[in-house]
């Protein structure tokens, strides 16, 4: 087995500061830490983490708590996590709460009974004060960055912050794209309003169209949740409903996906007569059959982001704080000016 000792020797340095260099620890060297990490890569060093936590108080493990292990947002979020830490040797559990809050508590305890340095979690609990998470937390002394949503009151708690980006502002970019093609009719399908990234981007689209003189009408509102399948039935609601439209504003691509859907089953072509628009700008966005017009989430860079926040903590470089990505609107082939609105001009409906 390969030992500190035998990497101080071969690069002429103290054990102390191939160890601290391994740790990533701020009063060593850039260039010290390259040349431990790349003769520990060299000889197959493999670090004892029960060891160091019991000699330093440090696990060498990272948490990370999505809701599911299959949702494109939440493994683009780990992509970014997963790329810094692993380059600064953490390990990293991964866990799924299901998209259950029971379970998702079970799994923070777990996460806090390994004693992780850090957990990061995309939280089922939102928009609401006195977290249990956050309790969970203090109880057991942990850092811990919310991703793309957090619960009102985490910023009154140490150790504490977050990584989101700016809904309100997706929102009012979606909203002013599509008035300033022409739309006047437009169907908003939107997020659990529990979930406040959901509900900020509705307020962005709502401020928006009225600025823009447009009034949002709540008849025009259909609750779905994040997913394709939500997509789908909050499509078929409106049309059911008969509402007039000519566009349709999503809370997610995903969502947008299932609308598309449906609207391709009843007949309908987009955009010639529906645009529609998304959130996100995953992978399939580009690739629909009607290339997905969106708003583009940083969900990779989100992730690194996050992490950064607690690293440069945690080197005492800055505190825990919590950091606002922005978004870009990225204009496909599923949006153009209006036709007429659907509910007057109903085509007839494939097989």
Known sequence: MVTLKQIAANLGLSVMAVSKALRDAPDIAAATKERVKKEAGRLGYIPNRTARS???GTSGMIGVILPAL???????ILWGIEQEAGARGYEILVASSQNLID????????????QVEVLFIFSLTRNQHRSPILDAAQRYRTPLVFLDHYPADAGHYPRTAW???DSQRGGALAAQHLAGLGHRDIVYLSGPPTVSAAAEHLTG?????????????????????LDIESGKQAMARALAEEVPFTAVICASDAVAIGA????TRQGYDIPGDASIIGFGDGLLAANLASPLTTIRHPQVDLGREAFHIWHRARGGTDPMKGKVLPVELIV?????APGHPL?????AATR
């Open 54 to 56: 019991l000699r330093g």
């Open 70 to 76: 299959n949702e494109p947002c939440g493994s683009n």
């Open 103 to 114: 379970q998702e508590m079970r799994q923070v305890t777990r996460m806090f009974e390994r």
């Open 163 to 165: 990584a989101v980006v």
């Open 205 to 225: 689209c709502r401020r928006a169209l009225e600025q823009a003189g447009i009034p949002f009408r709540d008849s025009h509102a259909f609750l779905a949740g």
């Open 260 to 263: 598309s859907e449906i609207l």
């Open 332 to 336: 496909r082939s599923s949006t153009q």
């Open 343 to 347: 509910a007057r001009h109903r085509p």
